[in-house]
């Protein structure tokens, strides 16, 4: 008994019923436990107790005679071997009537094998068969699964692919095959006929017993990293120690593919990275050229496009490599995308680029200005999307060119789109999608940031309510910011700085007084409107 082997490379009683039907075996109860695994046989010994150093996991041989001169029960005796862990029970009577009932019926309930063996068998040969075939069974079943694994890695070798392995896996083992990502996203599967009515079942242990499935799982290893996970799914109590072994052999063939699915996709994202940044840059010797090139990787440049570029802060540090926020670039793609399926999006380090189809002709401008904004609603949405989540932050932001109506014209939008990304961030802070045609004046007031004229006209504009600021109750600054804003409508504005409209009146009339001339002439109103936003820039 010292050396028996492990369950887990065992025969099934199912194995071991096959192999004693020539002898006459017949199952008489206990169906439901046919997938119990046989380690070893033992017969009963001649007197108490009858069976001596029970590990589990054995068939026990019995006579019924023998049974009845120790002055045992049957019902007692399997009650003992099944709580002992004992695989399953044999014995040897003269016919199916001769077993008690209560025995049969105790041997369904705990749904414990239970054989029948012609009265006339000889228990040691049945033993010693038993035990040679369990001692042989894992030497054949490791041949069968390498013999199996050269098959897949043949399979492999020759450019089959994951899913090429999975289907030959699965016509194979005549199991539903899975394979997963480390992220547990069903990258391939293959099902015989019987199961594909499982195809759209959730792959969870509650959800498969449901319907009867039992799965077997297996990490795909890579450098010590789980890259994905193989499945083997069948109907309960069919798994045996083959296919345990297949999916430990299996599992390292599928890792391979992984890393050359990995290098190839680095490569084509290298090459699309390249060939997207010659576009942007303008790196082409003809314009049909580089279309018909961005046509061959699946992008159409004969519609017009727009640039955007989002980026983390400058003074924000890289993410830990396992960090929530070392995701975002992946988030924000998958979000672009999901909005403008289209789009060419290239990542670096730091930054995300997508070049962005807009829907219309050059003909059509108010239903062309429509999708524009329309364009950048949605990516304002997948930025807004991106940065949920538990641990999100405003860390990056986004910058959009003008709309490009020629593939001549979309290196201009990509230096607008940068532009923007710098002046909106600096200026309104991070976390923001800031569009280059909605920046206004403040594309010309940033790069002026500096020169000392910049300041000098703040100063002369509004020097005499800046020095009132301090010592006013009348806000000069905030209340000429909502009187523009507001176009000078007086019962808008009042109502938004919660006034009433006489106490507006009346801050108009002291700014009017410190300024030295009246709020109706227009050059002014531009000079004041000019140095608010100069405000705006001095103050970043």
């Not at 105790?106 to 040679?132: D, G, H, K, W, Y």
């Not at 009246?518 to 000019?530: G, H």
């Amino acid at each position: 008994m010292s050396t028996a082997p492990s369950p887990l490379s065992s025969a099934s009683v199912r194995h071991i019923l096959s192999l004693l039907a020539p002898q006459g075996a017949q199952l008489v109860a206990g169906t439901e436990g046919l997938h119990r695994r046989v380690t070893w046989a033992s017969r009963m010994r001649a007197r108490l107790p009858a069976f001596e150093s029970v590990r589990g996991g054995e068939l026990a041989l019995l006579s019924l005679s023998q049974l009845r001169r120790l002055d045992e029960t049957l019902p007692h005796l399997l009650d003992s071997l099944y709580k002992a862990g004992v695989a399953a029970v044999a014995v040897s009577a003269p016919s199916l009537e001769s077993l008690e009932q209560e025995a049969i019926s105790l041997a369904n309930s705990l749904r414990f094998p239970l054989f029948l063996l012609p009265a006339t068998v000889m228990l040691e040969e049945i033993e010693r068969e038993v035990i040679t075939f369990v001692v042989g069974f894992r030497g054949e079943n490791e041949r069968r699964a390498t013999e199996i694994s050269h098959q897949l890695m043949q399979l492999s070798a020759h450019g089959a692919g994951i899913h090429g392995i999975c289907e030959q896996l699965s016509r194979i083992s005549d199991k539903w095959i899975v394979v997963q990502d480390a992220a547990m996203r069903i990258r391939y599967q293959a099902a015989p006929p019987d199961y594909r009515a499982y195809l759209h079942e959730p792959l969870n242990e509650e959800s498969l017993r449901q319907v009867g499935l039992a799965r077997n799982m297996m990490p795909i290893s890579a450098r010590h990293d789980v890259v994905g996970w193989l499945s083997m799914i069948g109907h309960e109590g069919e798994f045996d120690y083959l296919e345990r072994l297949i999916l430990g052999l299996v599992a390292p063939i599928l890792a391979l593919e992984f890393a050359r699915e990995r290098e190839r996709s680095e490569v084509e994202s290298r090459y699309q990275s390249e060939a997207l940044m010659d576009v942007l840059r303008g790196n082409y010797a003809q314009p049909e050229e580089m279309i018909a090139r961005a046509r061959l990787l699946g992008y159409d440049l004969s519609s017009m496009q727009v640039v955007a570029i989002f980026e983390l802060a400058p003074d924000e540090p890289d993410f830990a490599q396992n960090g929530f926020q070392s995701q975002w670039q992946r988030r924000l793609r998958e979000e672009v995308l999901r909005a403008c399926p289209a789009a060419w999006v290239s990542s670096e380090a730091r930054r995300l680029i997508a070049l962005l189809p807009v829907a219309g002709t050059e003909d059509d401008k108010e239903p062309v200005a429509e999708n524009e904004q329309a364009t950048l609603t949605h990516l304002e949405r997948a930025l807004a999307r991106a940065q949920q989540g538990q641990g999100a932050s405003n860390a990056y932001s986004g910058g959009v060119g003008y709309l490009s109506r020629t593939i001549t014209s979309i290196p201009q939008s990509y230096q607008q789109a940068g532009q923007a990304l710098e002046i909106g961030r600096r200026l309104f802070g991070n976390g923001k999608l800031h569009s280059f045609a909605q920046l206004g004046i403040y594309r010309l007031l940033f790069h002026l940031h500096g020169h000392h004229e910049l300041a000098d006209f703040y100063e002369e504009t509004l020097g005499p309510l800046l020095d009132a600021d301090t010592r006013s109750s009348i806000d000069p600054i905030g209340t000429l910011e909502n009187f523009f804003l507001y176009n000078g409508n007086l019962s808008e504005t009042a109502r938004a700085m919660h006034l009433h409209r006489n106490s507006l009146l009346y801050r108009l009339g002291r700014i009017e007084e410190l300024l030295g001339h009246a709020l109706e002439d227009p050059e002014l109103r531009l000079s004041l409107q000019i140095a608010l936003k100069i405000r705006h820039v001095l103050e970043r």
